[in-house]
């Protein structure tokens, strides 16, 4: 999952057959995972589980600082991306939206 996930490899990397030869040869008893099972159900339970345990973080927080911004990515792309922060200083990931052409009004926000 962190490999996938955290480090940014794409997820059809699980589908090669050099990954399942190195896997095996790791541990031999292992059953190699496809990519369509990692993208269906591990990482979608992955993600709602962080966001779970996000808003248990932060539901009894007082004085939140909220931060978004907003970056063009591959192919000139647009990503927005929402922040808390608390007095602390601990930041959590709220939500990330792609862009449109839309005016990024406060309703749009």
Known sequence: MLLICKSGLI????????WAAFVTHLNPSYVVTGSKKFLSEYIPQEAALVKQKTKAALQDSRDLTYTSDGTSIRRGDQFYTAHACTPSRDVYFLGGQFGTKDSHNAEWI
């Open 11 to 18: 997820p059809h990397l699980l589908d090669k057959e050099d």
